[in-house]
């Protein structure tokens, strides 16, 4: 089972990002995903989450309107595009992936900084 993460990186306040993450080992389709992040000296928090067939998604407040979740099934891949990015978005950004048997993908480090 693999959760590989990608498209983090160093960005400006107000731009923006988009991250990815490709699923393999495990019936990417029957599983709920969800985005979580890091902060240093933080604890992990949810992001947003989108269920199994992608008809319904929750964001935390802090990001909601700003980033949106989706997922491809057939590419076994799902994705946060992150706009407006702020200094407070600054964590390392982690795919999870829930359902018979739960998993977390190795994270991939976002940075906003001017």
């Known amino acids: 089972v693999q959760l590989v993460e990608s498209g983090g990186g160093l960005v400006q306040p107000g731009g923006s990002l988009r991250l990815s993450c490709a699923a393999s080992?495990?019936?990417?389709?029957?599983?709920?995903m969800s985005w979580y992040r890091q902060a240093p000296g933080k604890e992990r928090e949810l992001v947003a989450g989108i269920s199994n067939g992608g008809g319904f998604t929750n964001y935390s407040d802090s990001v909601k309107g700003r980033f949106t979740i989706s997922r491809d099934n057939a590419k076994n891949t799902v994705f946060l595009q992150m706009n407006s990015l702020k200094l407070e978005d600054t964590a390392v950004y982690y795919c999870?992936?829930?359902?018979?048997?739960?998993?977390w993908g190795q994270g991939t480090q976002v940075t906003v900084s001017s």
């Open positions: 999870y992936a829930a359902g018979s048997w739960n998993y």
């Open positions: 080992g495990f019936t990417f389709s029957r599983y709920r």
